[in-house]
């Protein structure tokens, strides 16, 4: 089972940054892309940037394009979440995700961390 330890988060005022990052260990290899999801107080837990293993292609929800960043270091296997201009609605929970390639994805399933908080003051 892959292993997710989230750091980061905290307290800013809105138009400053925070930067999460997400190590994972154990079958590396079986993970297609990894992940952020973020969800705040009586909502859903929704996506807010993707970047695949191979080829480092991202993609972004609407809501953040434009300012946040989402990078993978494969030698550290380390994603991190550059997040910038921020905005008291980005405040919530943030979990880091990973999503197993195809061929893994019987044996070792999606991984999620234990969440990190990120508030926005205004």
């Known amino acids: 089972q892959v292993q997710l330890v989230e750091s980061g988060g905290g307290l800013v005022q809105a138009g400053g940054s925070l930067r999460l990052s997400c190590a994972a260990s154990?079958?590396?290899?079986?993970?297609?892309?990894m992940g952020w999801y973020r969800q705040a107080p009586g909502k859903q837990r929704d996506l807010v940037a993707t970047?695949?293993?191979?080829?480092?292609?991202?993609n972004y929800a609407d809501s953040v394009k434009g300012r946040f960043t989402i990078s993978i270091d494969n030698a550290k296997n380390t994603v991190s979440l550059q997040m910038n201009s921020l905005k008291p609605e980005d405040t919530a929970v943030y979990y880091c995700?990973?999503?197993?390639?195809?061929?893994?994805?019987?044996?070792?399933?999606?991984?999620w961390g234990q969440g990190t908080q990120v508030t926005v003051s205004s």
């Open positions: 970047i695949a293993i191979s080829g480092g292609s991202t």
């Open positions: 995700h990973t999503t197993p390639h195809f061929y893994y994805s019987s044996r070792y399933p999606e991984a």
């Open positions: 154990g079958p590396i290899f079986s993970i297609n892309d």
